[in-house]
């Protein structure tokens, strides 16, 4: 394991960066891809509005990269961003502002503005005391007392020493012109933040020191009262519930126009129905579950899309059916983008954001072809035999020729299958290059990728076979896209059940490694977590004259595939290293963050 001594327990800590590149303030990652700093920081290079874009990079220098503004507060001077490409280290945890004691050490770190000959101090660690409460232009503020803070560490967190808990977010250091409050920095509370997540990720807080010391089993104290979201369901955020409600009116509605006015045959109508439902719908149980993922949104607008489309043409409605019009004026857009939000969800499952220049910026290409597709469709859209005159003519149309239409959209199909082409190429690189946790995952993903893509392949063959030379009849080609969509609506949430389905398992089995006698010592936890996990990089790595020990005291190799993940309390002297996968999985990860927590605090109790 390489670990560079200027920010070994500083991987969090970001930078934000203005036009030209300079360091304007400091921002720091409560959980993958979610960050938190200072909104005057944003300010100052004109992006403090929600849905602006600002560039950020690791404190230590390198690497820069878009995020975007979600959320802001100016009153209580905090910003969140959200970013696709994380910082190395997972996740903070929060404490209570208002439950800190007075002369409680903190520390602080990040960019700082020091006039020493043209020097630049990327990371300056601060220390210093906690002074409690301020009541500052009629808002709630907090105090710290750090002499090292300086200009430039605007947005970087205040940790709490004792266990590396976020007690606050650095503002403004007060600047005196004569000797009184030197020193003192103004601080935005925990208690302040907590709104701004809200919908963004469960945010609670967590204090970390034990309220009893005189527990008898430190794991005991640790695991005796789980929290909600290691053992039980989440609560249904009430947008949710409203949006699996408007999935289920509309497959409803949807049900009743085709039975109503659709000529297909009913075990038709019926079949496109449950495969959308079980796309949009189970997009939204997804979600419910796993708030941290995309995935679920992605699941719902496409099962959506698809349900606007089996609408449009899978129903065969007549053309002289009441709103005919609307349908096709919706539909045939919503079937252009089928194509690149299938893309988008393939590309970045499990957790809904594609991975990669190369992934991001195909997703990009194929929603602009859907757009243009949609389009250029909805002007040349014409009756063709192949619709047995029930596609309906587009109410926009404006070139009424047959040929024209069928040769532009043989080409779209032919673009979009390219795209798709590309797509499975980047997921078979993926796989290539995982490591031996994802490597079952991306497995599956694979097999369900390629299977779709092949079907689709099968259906624009025979879709443009049957166009130009009617070799192929026009149910084999609606047969196999029933088959492409039955594909889809049963792999999608079944290997994202078999993705949340680990999860519970495993958490629960950790669970008992806290009471089984192989967690007793430090060794035999490395060794059972590890087991469970499935991960034979798993370590708890400690600091020791300059190297790094496992748990049996055995040098660690300076080099490897694992992430580090510091330990709250430990800081910087222990950390966790584990396979890379698990850095998405923050409700896993900390569960094996307490129980190693709590053994640390056994060792440390029981020391002479």
Known sequence: MTVDASVAGYEFLGRVVDPEGATVGICFQLEPGLLVTAFHVLSKIGAAAEGDAVRIGPVAGGWLHAAVVVRTDGLHDLAVLRTQRPLPHPRLYL??????????????????????????????????EWRGPMLRNGLLWARIQADAVMPGMSGAPVLRVSDGCVV?????????????????????RVEDLIPLLDGLTQAAVNDLRGTDAAAADPAEQAFSAPRADDLGLPPVPPGLFALGMFSVAFVAAAAAIGFRYGDAPA????SSLLVTSLLSIGGVVYRWLDRSSRSGIEMWALGTVLLLDTVNTGMMIPPDAPGRGMTVLIGVPAFWLAFPLSLRLFLGLPYGAPPGLAKRRLVTVAFWLGSVAGFVMLLTKTDVPACANWCGRSPVQLIDDPKLYLAIRSGLLAAMAVLIVVGIALLVRRFRDSSPVERLRSRQLLVLSASAALLYLAYSLAAVSYYFSRTRSAESWNDIGLLLGWLLGIGLPVYLLIILGRRPVMRFRLHNLAYHPLGGTLQG????????????????????????????????????????????????SVVLLHDPAYLGDRYLLDVVIRLVTARLRGLDRNSP
Not at 169 to 186: C, I, K, L, P, T
Not at 267 to 270: D, K, M, N, Q, T
Not at 533 to 555: H, M, N, T, V, Y
């Open 525 to 572: 936890l490395e060794r059972g977590i590890g087991s469970i996990l499935k991960d034979p990089s798993f370590r708890i790595a400690r600091q020791c004259e300059q190297a790094w020990r496992d748990a049996s005291g055995s040098l660690i190799p300076s080099t490897g595939p694992a992430a580090q993940t510091p330990i709250p309390g430990y800081l910087p």
């Open 267 to 270: 075990a038709v109508i019926v």
């Open 168 to 188: 606050g977010v650095v503002s403004a250091r007060y600047r005196s012109q004569d000797e009184f409050m030197n020193g003192s920095v103004w601080v935005a």
């Open 95 to 128: 404490a209570a502002s208002d439950a800190m004691r007075t002369a409680e050490d903190v520390k602080s770190a990040g960019y700082a503005e020091v006039e020493d000959n043209g020097h630049e101090y990327a990371l300056l660690p601060a220390g210093g």
